[in-house]
Every structure is written in C-alpha cells, then in structure tokens.
C-alpha cells in the first residue's frame, strides 16, 4: 500500500502545474538549493574553526556540545513557521477501502521526508567525524550521530504535533512561539538560564557513556508514537486540514479611498486582497523586513553613495518589486469577472498606481528615521521614492502584462514558486539596472549630484506623463488579454 | 439583441464550437442544453469576449464584443466561481459591482432587502468571506450580482446545478418575471430539461460544438429532448 502511496506522490510532485511547467526555474532552484546545501556543508566542515574562533577559551568539544541544543530549539521555531503538514492528500483515500492505520503509517512516515531534517546532519556530522571520533573514538561519535538523529526526529514530529493542535486553536502556536522566544532571551539577555551549559550536560555526559545516545532515540519515538495516536484518532478532513476554524468576519471600507470613485473602489478591493489572503499578506510582511535594510547599509561604511540608491530604493520600492513582479496574478482566480464586468482597463491600471503609491508613501514615511545617519540619506530615499512611483510602477505593470501564470492566495509565501516564470527574472534586470544606467556615468565622472537630479527628474516626467503610459499599457494588454485570461484560468 | 456570425474555436485541433449563424432577439428567453464537452461555456466564454474564436464574431447590439466595452453597460453573466472576488464579503462584493454601476449603498442596500427570500438568510451578514460559502451560496452571490446590474441581457451558465430545491424554484420565477415583464433577454445554459424547458421559450441543443435543434419551446418540447439524450430508450 505504502509503495502505491509513493508512486502517487511522485506523480504528484512530476505532474503539478507548479514543477511541470518551465524547466529554466527547475534548473535555476536547483542551483539556488544546491548551493544553500553546499553553503551548510562547508559551514559543516569548517565548524570546528568558527567555534575555535567564537569561544576561544572553551574546549572544543565542550563549545561543539553547548551550541546542539540552541540550534534545535532555533530549528523548532524555524520548522513551527515554514514546515508544511503533509495532510490534505489522503483526502482522496479515505473513502476507500484503505485501512486507516497504514493511511496514518503513511502520513507520519512522509512527514520525516522534509529538507529540515537533513540540515542538522549536514551541519554537525562533519564536526563529529572530524573531531570527536578523532579524540573519543568511533563508539562516542557513532552515539553522537544516533542523539543527533534522534532529536532531529523528535523536533520534526513535535513541530508537526504542534502545528496540528494549533490549526484547531491559534493560540497554541503563539505561546509555543512565545516560550521558546523567552527562553532564548532569558539566556542570551537575562542570562537567568544556559542553553550551553544544558545542552553540555548532556552530550557531556554521551562521551563517557555512549549509551545515553537511546535518550534522544526514546523521545523521538516517543513523539512519533504520539504523532500516530493524534492522527489515527483524528482523521478528518476539517481537523488535518490547514484551515483554521474561521472567525466573524466584517465588512470594511477605506474612506479616504472613496473619494476616487471607481478606481478607489478597485484599490481598496486590492488592500483587502493583499491583507485577506495568506500569501499576499507574507509578501507585505516581508516587505516590512526590509525595513532594516538600512541598518547593515549604513551602518558600515564600506559602502558609499552608489549602495545608498539601490537601498534606497529597495527599502521604498520593496512593496512595488516583491508585490508588483506577481501582477495581475494576484487576481488570477476572479479575472474572467473582472474582464465581464464594468470595469475599464485604465481604471484597473489607475488602481494599481494609486496602490503603489499609497503603499509607497507608507514605506517612504517608516525610512525617515534614517535621518540619523545624515540627512543626504534622506535625500536619496526621497529621490528613489519619486523614481519608484513613477519609473518602477510603470515598469513592474509593464512586465504585468506579460505573466500568464495562476497564483493561489491561500498559500504562503515562503518557498512558493507557485506563479514564477522567467518574467520575474527579467524584469529584476531594468529595475537594478535603469537607476544606475542614469547615475553612474555622471558619479564616476565626479558629479554625483548631477546623476541624483536626473534620477529625481526622470522620476517627476514619469509621474506627470502616468496618463500617456496609461494609454500604452491599455493598447498593450488588449493584445494580450485572451492569453492572460487563459493563463489565469489554467489551475 | 445578439448577432453570431461564423464562430468558430479551436483547441489542439479539435473544434469545439462552430455556430455558422445564430440571432436571439431582445426579449427572448433561450435556453442551452447539451452534454458534457458540447461547447455550452466555450460560447458563453465567446459572447463575453472571455476567449478569441478563431473565425467569426459575436455582436451585441449591433456592436461587435471583441475589443469594445459598451456591452458591459447592459449585459451581465454569471459562468462559475470565477466571476467572483472570494475574499470579500458578499456585501462588499455587492457594494463594488454596484458602484460601477453608479449605485449608491443604500440603493444596493434596498435591492439587497428584496432578495431575503432568495437568500434565505445564508448570505448577508453572516460574517463569511465569499470564498467560505458552499458553492450553491456563491452561486446565488452571483446571480444577485446580476440582478443587481438590472440588464437588458442576462447569461448564466448552470445556474440550477448547485442551489437547493426551493432556491431553484425562486430563481425560475425570477427569470420568468424578468423576461416577461421587464423584457430582459435571458441566455440560460442547464442540464436540467424541466426546468428549462419551464423558463425558457427557445432552446438551443448543442452537439459537439455545433447547434443540432434551435426549437421554440412547446408542449413536445421535453419529451423532444428527452428522447435526445436518452440514448438507449428508444
């Protein structure tokens, strides 16, 4: 049974629209992956090193001991945020003469097929091999391996329980946040407890009696055990599911929006897409992150006016560019309604620019305490909110216009290719590049203030002409609406 | 009111719909039926200028559809889900398609009132997101929307294929109340034959993509039909 499970689940993941489709991403993810795993693996080799340079007074071992138990608690925190539950595919399996152990066998099985899980292995393994086997011998390293998985198995399944019982109540996951959030700072801050010294305790301990390494094995079975109980005894779909049990929800108006008329209706409806809906909402989020851009920016001075444009821009623009790049994919799901109904294209495109610009200003005005760091700071961020409302706005619809693919809401965004396509790569080329095709030339030639009055200036031509870009863009998607419409109808 | 002219669409090399010539006057009630695949809401998807035919042209009002907006003025459509913004609330979805129709709040508000029946106390103020309502519920979310457009042209794909019995009933002496007395042309497509042969008085049967009966509705009609897609009856 399990071995049909399987093959379902690699055609699953052959045949999704999301894998399938363009083989470019596949090749580009795969090198993006693999270097992020080669990334770890060199940190893995070198860990040695870096704890020798980090704690120089300590022993190695002892520092090597201290840090397992911090970075599983950071893992567990990591994993409660992005790992997913393996649930809603045996939806289709449950009516059918399957019996529900090895359902539950299957769910609790694949669970542990999760990149999480082989992290820990990556990153410690090197350091055992290296060092331990080499001072304590084979039998201590082989306990240290057998612990390291053992936990990497237990904190796999407790995320997952975890992330079950708080899909019935949503509290559960900001307490379960909140607590290991105050222990971390109750060491690193308060220092009340050690991690390190804990954490030391135990595989302190493993070295001179290598059979404590079944602790760790015990609980991850343990929690495995309990993982099955949970499932077996709850398996229906609106407890598996990742849907939360909904709360009342209320009509809302932006007044200050109304008195645009229809194009104010449109933005608002489009606020209430971004903050309504699971994935949009993350890319506000993550929009808000790059908040602190400035601080790693300004803070060294390695880098000069020419880095300042590019934050400058990330940090007013961000919405913009990790918002607009999805366009009009976002409302993939209801187009064919928009298309039908009473809505002129030049009032959808005024809606958008509106929404860049509201949101622009927002970000604009929360940069504004970078004054600190100089007020030419300020100028820049000024200049590059003028250039991204005006330039980039027209840029990213421009390249709207030529996304065809279908995006789910209601999916995170982290680790979601869902809706990516060659476009946004392109598109990422002109928004680096066109600033400084402007600048440069004028900044290396001495007159960096001349390049910036141009950058401003551009900006300002494109903000006043927005009506003839208009016209463009609307000749532009009349060419192209049928395969748009088409691409947003393809699930 | 609707003028088909050589419409044909092709997909992978198999033609889906090929309507030579089709003409539906202001103030008919025409009902589509076919089977699964006959290209029912590939035509529909033609007259909204949704997709583009390969040969041909859809007019309404005279006005060819394809790469004109008058249309939308006086025609509204409900075809699936699709047509709907799922993360508002209905209200809110009723305000928007109100407003672009230059409709103030409280006149939706009143239209809203009128519609308890039809409702049934399962839309408004429920405190639910479109996209958490049954299909049937989104489905009578849509056809309000519709009405609420007050059209001179009204197409609706499947409208009775998710509501409820008494829901249906409503709906039918909806449309007949449209069409008779406010001569609204209604372009319904079913796969129920009772129902549409009670609501509409012209029925369009398409094969294939290709309209093999175009009969105005009698008392024969049904069991016409019947005798259609009853295969192995007869």
């Given at each position: ?19 399938g489709?363009?083989i ?19 940190l893995?080799?070198?860990l ?43 939806q289709?399996?449950?009516q ?19 990149v ?77 407890i050690?991690?390190?010294?804990i954490?030391?305790l ?16 015990l ?8 993982n ?7 398996l ?27 194009v ?20 506000l ?14 803070t ?13 821009m ?17 409302q ?34 929360l940069?504004t305490?970078?004054v ?32 065809y ?47 910036l ?9 494109f ?25 947003f109808?393809?699930? | ?36 695949g ?24 005279g ?33 928007f ?6 409709q ?24 639910k ?15 309000v929307?519709?009405?609420?457009q ?13 509501i ?6 409503r ?64």
């Amino acid at each position: 049974m399990i071995s049909t499970f399987l093959s379902h689940e690699l055609k699953a993941f052959w045949r999704s629209k999301n894998t399938g489709k363009s083989i470019v991403i596949r090749v580009v993810m795969g090198i993006f992956i693999f270097y992020l795993l080669l990334n770890v693996l060199v940190l893995g080799f070198f860990l040695d090193k870096i704890l020798d340079k980090t704690f120089p007074r300590e022993d190695l071992v002892v520092a090597f001991c201290g840090i397992i138990l911090i970075y599983y608690l950071s893992d567990l925190l990591m994993r409660l945020q992005l790992q997913d539950l393996p649930t809603l595919r045996v939806q289709p399996y449950l009516q059918l003469p399957v019996k529900r152990n090895s359902l539950v066998k299957y769910l609790a099985f694949t669970a542990l097929l999760s990149v999480f899980n082989l992290w820990p292995f990556i990153l410690f393994v090197p350091f055992v091999l290296k060092i331990v086997a080499t001072d304590s011998g084979g039998l201590t390293a082989l306990a240290f391996i057998v612990s390291i998985a053992g936990l990497t198995v237990f904190n796999n399944y407790l995320a997952l329980y975890i992330k079950r019982k708080s899909n019935l109540n949503g509290w559960i996951f900001l307490i379960v946040s909140g607590v290991i959030i105050l222990v971390g700072v109750s060491d690193f801050y308060w220092h009340l407890i050690s991690i390190r010294k804990i954490s030391y305790l135990f595989f302190g301990h493993l070295i001179n009696q290598p059979l404590f390494a079944l602790v760790p094995v015990l609980l991850g079975v343990l929690m495995y055990y309990l993982n099955f109980l949970y499932l077996k005894q709850n398996l229906y779909l609106e407890e598996l599911g990742s849907r939360k049990a909904s709360s009342y929800k209320s009509s809302t108006e932006y007044p200050l929006l109304n008195r645009f008329g229809s194009v104010g209706d449109l933005a608002g409806n489009e606020i209430k897409l971004i903050l309504r809906n699971k994935r949009s909402r993350s890319a506000l989020i993550m929009g808000l992150f790059f908040m602190f851009y400035g601080l790693i920016f300004y803070t060294n001075h390695l880098y000069g006016e020419g880095w300042r444009i590019f934050v400058g821009m990330f940090m007013t623009g961000i919405f913009i560019i990790n918002y607009g790049q999805f366009m009009f994919s976002w409302q993939a799901s209801h187009f064919d309604g928009l298309l039908v109904s009473k809505v002129s294209f030049s009032d959808f495109l005024k809606a958008k620019y509106l929404l860049f610009t509201v949101v622009s200003t927002g970000f604009f005005l929360l940069t504004t305490p970078y004054v600190y760091f100089g007020w030419q700071i300020l100028l820049i961020h000024f200049i590059m909110y003028v250039w991204n409302i005006g330039v980039n706005t027209t840029l990213v619809l421009f390249f709207a216009n030529r996304n065809y693919k279908r995006i789910d809401l209601s999916k995170g965004a982290a680790f979601n290719w869902e809706g990516v396509s060659g476009n946004q790569w392109i598109l990422s080329i002109p928004l680096l590049l066109a600033p400084y095709v402007i600048y440069a030339p004028f900044a290396l030639l001495g007159h960096a203030g001349i390049g910036l009055a141009l950058l401003a200036i551009t900006g300002i031509v494109f903000i006043f002409t927005r009506g003839f870009w208009i016209k463009q863009l609307e000749a532009d998607f009349y060419t192209k609406r049928y395969k748009i419409a088409e691409g947003f109808r393809n699930k | 009111m609707i003028e088909i002219k050589d419409l044909k669409k092709v997909y992978a090399g198999v033609t889906v719909v090929n309507v030579p010539h089709l003409e539906i006057r202001k103030g008919e009630s025409v009902g589509l039926v076919g089977n699964n695949g006959a290209g029912k809401t590939t035509l529909f998807r033609m007259m909204l200028d949704l997709i583009r035919p390969e040969t041909g042209e859809v007019l309404l009002n005279g006005e060819v559809v394809a790469g004109h907006e008058n249309w939308k003025n006086y025609t509204a459509s409900y075809l699936d889900e699709g047509f709907l913004i799922d993360y508002l609330t209905p209200e809110e979805y009723f305000y928007f398609i109100g407003g672009l129709h230059q409709q103030s709040r409280a006149h939706v508000d009143d239209f809203l009132s009128g519609m308890g029946d039809f409702f049934n106390g399962e839309i408004l103020k429920k405190g639910k997101y479109i996209r958490d309502l049954s299909k049937g519920n989104q489905c009578k979310v849509g056809v309000v929307s519709c009405l609420l457009q007050s059209p001179e042209l009204l197409m609706l794909d499947e409208p009775f294929a998710n509501i409820d019995p008494s829901t249906q009933f409503r709906l039918k002496s909806i449309l007949k109340d449209l069409n008779k007395n406010k001569g609204v042309t209604n372009l319904i497509s079913s796969h129920d034959l009772n129902h549409i042969t009670d609501v509409c008085d012209r029925i369009l049967l398409m094969e294939k993509g290709v309209i093999i009966k175009d009969i105005a509705t009698s008392s024969s009609t049904l069991s016409e039909l019947e005798a259609y897609f009853g295969v192995e009856q007869g």
